[in-house]
């Protein structure tokens, strides 16, 4: 995948305090656990397909059937199953968090690392 995106986060808590908050977060958001070990989680599933392309879509369908198959294979193809992985590390301060998923994901991802708290109050979640 060459839309990759990898973010790290340091935590002060312990790494398999992080792995169970992940596995809670991301299964509430439709998300499914794919794998799982002591040092990392990965989790499959969907991103949301915004309006302007179901829209799109349906009007593709509703005046020309080649344009709307045509869409639907994009929109398939971009919005199908992704996955985010969550992996840890072992620091001096508490875990290292880092985490590679797609740019669709990034909202969510980003909702993930809020919730954690930081290793110290100055740092924000770094979202390359």
């Known amino acids: 995948m060459t839309d990759t995106i990898t973010a790290h986060h340091k935590t002060n808590l312990d790494g398999k305090e992080v792995i169970v908050k992940a596995i809670h977060f991301f299964t509430s958001e439709r998300w499914r656990l794919q794998s ?40 398939a193809k971009k919005f199908g199953f992704q996955n985010i992985v969550v992996s840890i590390a072992p620091i001096n301060e508490g875990t290292d968090v880092s985490m590679t998923f797609s740019k669709s994901a990034k909202k969510l991802v980003q909702q993930f690392l809020i919730t954690l708290p930081s290793a110290s109050s100055l740092q924000n979640p770094d979202l390359n």
């Open 36 to 75: 799982q070990s002591e040092s990392n989680a990965v989790f499959v599933g969907k991103t949301p397909i915004p309006w302007g392309f179901l829209v799109l879509e349906v009007m593709g369908f509703f005046f020309f059937i080649i344009p709307g198959i045509i869409l639907y294979i994009l929109v």
